[in-house]
């Protein structure tokens, strides 16, 4: 298996923040650890993300597309012959695809979450 212990990084947007942050992923034979300054030791999770991206995206009220694990566990299927630069390259389109989402999810001033 190609790719395995690599870490890859999504840089996702957070209104709450305003700015991005990196959200790191590495792959391993089932599926990927997600690392996050939060969860620092990793967050074991299936080539969905499930349950790691949900919960590591939840604790920062980050919006998200609700069909990302498809899309992620799309790119590491692909990352068994692809190249590591052609894999980041993945995730930087997921990346400005959550981001996007998130950019556009609406303020309500106080409510604001």
Do not use: C
């Not at 590591?84 to 609406?106: G, M």
């Amino acid at each position: 298996m190609q790719n395995i212990g690599v870490e890859f990084k999504l840089r996702v947007y957070s209104q709450r923040w305003g700015h991005r942050d990196n959200y790191n992923l590495t792959k391993t034979e089932d599926g990927w650890t997600i690392k996050t300054m939060k969860f620092h030791q990793g967050l074991v999770s299936d080539k969905h993300g499930s349950p790691g991206l949900e919960k590591a995206l939840g604790s920062e009220s980050i919006s998200y597309p609700h069909d990302i694990g498809y899309f992620l566990s799309d790119i590491w299927d692909a990352s068994q012959n692809r190249s590591v630069e052609e894999v980041q390259s993945y995730f930087d389109k997921l990346a400005d695809w959550i981001s996007n989402t998130e950019e556009s999810k609406p303020n309500f001033g106080p409510l604001h979450l």
